[in-house]
């Protein structure tokens, strides 16, 4: 039987309104609205996700990989175009996103579960093993502007791990933590992956991981789709091109 779409996105646009650059000087004293630009960074994607599929993204350097995760996790929201997830919830798990610097890791815990759509009994139900997974010792009780990169990616990776998603966007965080964290990481993301229900759409640099744990890549360049398909296929078109 054909599995359901836990993901549609069709005809995607995503724009962002930066400044010009101009002296200090000259912004300070004639900032008008024309003196901003419009720089488009996803430009009509239009892919579908099956439910239980890992899809990989692959795209070089500013191809509009991260504005997308954002978009389907509902960071960002589209110029144009729509975003489907047929009611299914979902999870970011991405490095410097969605933490408050003045709270504790605890209390952070709390707060993202909230913000994924738990409710504070179904958090609090998973604390104990959230914080075991992350193993920061007395660290999860200080603001978390006191954790390094590595520290604060362990946080964010045991949060959207232990709470189980229907939908878990992971934006390269298989290559950060130490390698013990990362070797932990790793395979729990593959337990998770194998949960058949679970829909996962990675964001990665590393062709390796994504043959390894993908069954199916989309390749964005410059913004738009370049190509979709069976992973082996789509990643030797990508590394060639990249070469
Ligand atoms: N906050 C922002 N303001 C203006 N432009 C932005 C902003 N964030 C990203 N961009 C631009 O949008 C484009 C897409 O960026 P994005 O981070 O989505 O790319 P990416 O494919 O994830 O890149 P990388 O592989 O380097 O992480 C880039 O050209 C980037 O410069």
New binding site residues.
């Given amino acids: 039987m054909e599995r359901e779409n836990a993901i549609d996105v069709k005809d995607l646009h995503i724009s ?1 309104k ?1 400044l010009k650059s101009f002296s200090i000087k000259r912004s300070l004293l004639q900032l008008k609205k024309t003196d901003t630009e419009v ?1 488009e ?1 996803v430009k009509g994607v239009s892919f579908s996700v099956k439910k239980g599929e890992i899809l990989g993204i692959v ?1 070089k ?7 997308m995760l954002k978009a389907i996790a509902g960071i960002f929201s589209p110029d144009e175009g729509s975003i489907d997830l047929h009611g299914n919830s979902v999870s970011l798990l991405s490095i410097g996103v969605g933490f408050q610097k003045k709270l504790t890791g605890r209390e952070n815990i709390l707060l993202s579960g909230l913000l994924l759509g738990f409710s504070e009994e179904q958090v609090r139900a998973k604390m104990d093993e959230i914080i075991n997974f992350a193993g920061l010792g007395k660290f999860i009780d200080m603001p978390v502007k006191t954790y390094s990169s590595g520290m604060y990616s362990k946080l964010a990776f045991s949060i959207t791990a232990i709470l189980e998603a229907d939908i878990m966007l992971i934006d390269e965080v298989l290559s950060v933590g130490d390698a013990k964290f990362k070797k932990k990481s790793y395979n729990k993301m593959k337990e998770l992956i194998s949960n058949e229900d679970r829909t996962v759409v990675i ?1 990665s ?1 590393s062709s390796q991981q994504l043959q390894e744990l993908c069954t199916s890549i989309l390749w ?1 360049h410059e913004g738009e789709l370049r190509m979709q398909g069976e992973t082996k296929k789509v990643l030797e078109a990508y590394e060639e091109f990249m070469s």
């Fill in positions: 962002y930066c720089f960074a795209g350097n500013g191809s509009g990989k991260s504005t964001v640099h964005l």
